[in-house]
Nanobody, 126 residues
């Protein structure tokens, strides 16, 4: 399984970016795809997750209302639309996937995702 993340770049505060994560090597009829991020000098943190089946979404408090996660099952691609970006959103963003159903309490746990992309850098200037 390969996950290819793309869409990162440099944007001014208040701007928007859309990240993409294309999955290949298998189909995901169940399970989840998620975005995590690691800011400079900080630990990795959960951003958002969506179930492949049903499309239920969950967000971290820091991005809820500004970011939207979505997926295209036919294209096996997930997206993270990021609006109203702030310098605090600067980080390397990683997509991660699970091929099996993940219980709700574990959705934010990176250990629930055995498949990871390479990361894409998002830099928000003030």
């Amino acid at each position: 399984v390969q996950l290819q993340a793309s869409g990162g770049g440099l944007v001014q505060a208040g701007g928007s970016l859309r990240l993409s994560c294309a999955a290949s090597g298998r189909t995901f009829s169940s399970g989840t795809i998620a975005w995590f991020r690691r800011a400079p000098g900080k630990e990795r943190e959960f951003v958002a997750v969506i179930r492949w089946s049903g499309g239920n979404t969950f967000y971290s408090d820091s991005v809820r209302g500004r970011f939207t996660i979505s997926r295209d099952n036919a294209e096996m691609t997930a997206y993270l639309q990021m609006n109203s970006l702030t310098p605090e959103d600067t980080a390397v963003y990683y997509c991660a996937a699970s091929g099996q159903r993940v219980i709700t309490s574990e959705l934010r746990n990176p250990n629930a995702c055995p498949y990871w992309g390479q990361g894409t850098l998002v830099t928000v200037s003030s």
